[in-house]
């Protein structure tokens, strides 16, 4: 434990040192990881009635990264305990009359300790919260402990024997998968698992006993009463002599802390005051300036958010926005007052100022001069996007529309490159929401804030998705009695929906198209889909849609989903899969 300690102490002093003197790089990093763990051993001795139970490991891994490959350093502390598992229940002495009763076991525990070194590859997400990193070592181990000897006490039998080990320098291969997630940009939480193989771990000589292993081998016999028993035969005791120079292998899991040391971003120098000034500033190249954009009721950070600095004739100094934590910071401001501004989607937050008197503190502590600015406005921000219905594909150029429900009125928007859009919404109320664009359409949606707390949120998440013309749409719930064509119940909800469809885009037709399987004749199935197409169709125009936008279709057999054609044997589900109602809207530019 002392050697440990002095090693985590070397290594500390090692990578602070490092990090006080090099300039900042996110590529390039040490990295400090101690876990704990649970082993699950192996030990290859070829040795009966000995079980290796798993035990607790204790790790510390070093790793310095160039980007995605470095090299790391890893030291891992375990210790295992065997378990006799020779079967004392009903055992008789090798004569077999004398029942064993009173057992002395030892089970001394193994420590195994390991030094390795090797490469190290990892994969970071874009943010660079989440790692995965794949790890490779080579080194030593030293295996100690592990005797284990089982005797019978009245009368004295040994029984069972393996000497342990006392191995030093064991040559070792270890692999290892570790993830972690950044909870800031020096700590992470991480967990994983590793392979570890000790290569030709040598058992230790018992010299009074004259074996590396022994043990009676159990035989089975019958007691006086006829009831089978079993004897520790000592005929044919099995002895090893010379000790085995066998592998060990382990796998286990853990989880632990992992510390980065981000090397210090190197002080800029100030060319005309001939000095360094950042963060301390001098006269001339002025002060840095952090401004942290927050919402005023929830407190969350505003990231995106476009932040001026302007004197007090209204002239810009500098600008900037936001990065994902809502920081942006300006260096080398000059001494002067100053009014910071932010506005987020075309809403202003709430001016700070900056006085001339802040330069001065900036340089006489060097911190650089800190602002918060608050998004005061009790709207909710609709961070939505467009998607094709389906898929995960962003539409770019759709004419989004949004319509309260209370208050006569439209906002109108258009998607990005990305889909994404904007809306702002009141609280407490419902809005309906559409989107268009040639050669697309779709359903209008309700979205509503009445499930919202402006205190507790800022943002509604919201994605809605927009169909391609020409494609066509199941109607599941569309059925008919056999051989008829009347429309059940059980079908107008369907139908309903596509009446609401038509009324929200009044630019599209619509063709309904029936479909039989291929049980029938070719014409009556003909027949019947057509008849059964047109009835759907004279709901429709019943409800109010026109005639001329509604096109009945049957298509009989001609379009089946599956093989079940005519002379094909099928399963009854696998014809209904072929009896459908489908539409397919047609956009008309």
């Known amino acids: 434990m002392k050697n440990l300690l002095k090693l985590l102490l070397i290594v500390f002093v090692f990578a602070s040192a490092f990090t006080t003197n090099a300039q900042q790089d996110d590529n390039n990093y040490f990295q400090l990881s101690p876990r704990i763990g649970y082993d699950f051993p192996s030990y290859n001795n070829n040795t009966p009635y000995i079980d290796y139970n798993g035990g607790l490991d204790l790790g510390l891994s070093l790793d310095y990264y160039w980007n995605w490959f470095g090299l790391g350093f890893d030291f891992d502390y375990i210790k295992n305990k065997p378990e006799n598992t020779y079967p004392t229940d009903n055992l008789y002495d090798p004569t077999g009359s004398t029942l ?63 000497a342990g080990y006392d191995a030093s320098s064991v040559f ?18 991480n967990a994983g698992a590793y392979y570890m193989r000790h290569f030709g771990a040598e058992e230790m000589f018992d010299t009074p006993l004259g ?7 159990v035989v089975e016999g019958s007691s006086i009463t006829g009831q089978p028993i079993n004897i520790a035969d000592s005929s044919d005791p099995q002895l090893r002599e010379e000790p085995c120079d066998c592998d060990i292998s382990s796998v286990g899991v853990f989880a632990g802390i992992t510390y980065k040391f981000n090397k210090k971003e190197k002080e800029d120098v100030c060319e005309v005051c001939g000095e360094d000034h950042m963060p301390r500033c001098c006269a001339t190249c002025g002060c840095g300036v952090t401004v942290t954009a927050r919402d005023k009721y929830t407190d969350q950070i505003l990231p995106f958010t476009d932040v001026v600095l302007e004197d007090l004739d209204g002239n810009i100094v500098q600008s900037g926005t936001t990065n994902s934590y809502g920081v942006v910071v300006f260096n080398d401001v000059t001494a002067d007052n100053l009014i910071v501004k932010g506005k987020l989607y075309d809403v202003s937050l709430e001016d700070v100022t900056i006085l001339k008197d802040e330069f001065d503190a900036c340089k006489k502590d060097g911190n650089s001069i800190q602002k918060v600015l608050k998004y005061g406005d009790l709207n909710f921000i609709l961070i939505g996007g467009v998607v094709e219905c389906n898929s995960d594909k962003g539409i770019q150029g759709v004419d989004i529309t949004l319509r309260d429900t209370t208050i006569p009125g439209q906002k109108n928007t258009l998607s990005d490159s990305m889909g994404d859009f904007i809306f702002h919404l009141k609280q407490a109320s419902t809005f309906l929401l559409n989107g268009n664009k040639d050669g697309y359409f779709s359903n209008e ?38 051989a008829k064509w009347d429309i059940l119940p059980a079908s107008k909800p369907d139908l309903d929906y596509v009446i609401k469809l038509m ?17 029938g004749g070719n014409d009556y199935n003909q027949d019947l889909s057509q008849k059964r197409a047109q009835s ?50 047609v956009c008309i530019n």
């Open 172 to 189: 070792t291969f270890k692999g290892q998968v570790r993830f972690t997630y950044f909870l800031n940009d020096n700590f992470g939480i």
């Open 211 to 217: 074996v590396s292993a022994a043990y009676l081998p």
């Open 445 to 482: 949606v309700t979205v509503t804030t009445n499930d919202y707390d402006r205190d507790s949120s800022l943002f509604i998440d919201f994605e809605m998705c927009v169909n391609p013309c020409g494609q066509s749409i199941k109607l599941d719930n569309i059925i008919f009695n056999l």
């Open 503 to 519: 009324e929200d885009n009044p630019t599209i037709k619509v063709e309904m198209s029936s479909h039989t399987d291929s049980r």
């Open 536 to 585: 759907t169709v004279n709901y429709l125009v019943n409800a109010g849609i026109s005639r001329d936008r509604l096109i009945a279709r049957g298509a009989g057999e001609t379009e089946l989903l599956n093989r079940c054609a005519d002379g094909v044997q099928c399963a009854e589900n696998e014809h209904t899969i072929n009896r459908r109602t489908e539409f397919k809207v």
């Open 100 to 162: 064993l009763n009173t057992f002395n076991v030892t089970e001394d525990n193994i420590t195994r300790v390991f030094y390795g070194i090797g490469p190290n590859f990892q994969f970071r997400s874009q943010s660079r919260k989440f790692t995965t990193e794949f790890n490779t070592r080579f080194g030593l181990s030293s295996i100690k402990g592990g005797r284990t000897y089982l005797e019978s006490t009245a009368p004295v039998v040994p029984l069972n024997f393996h």
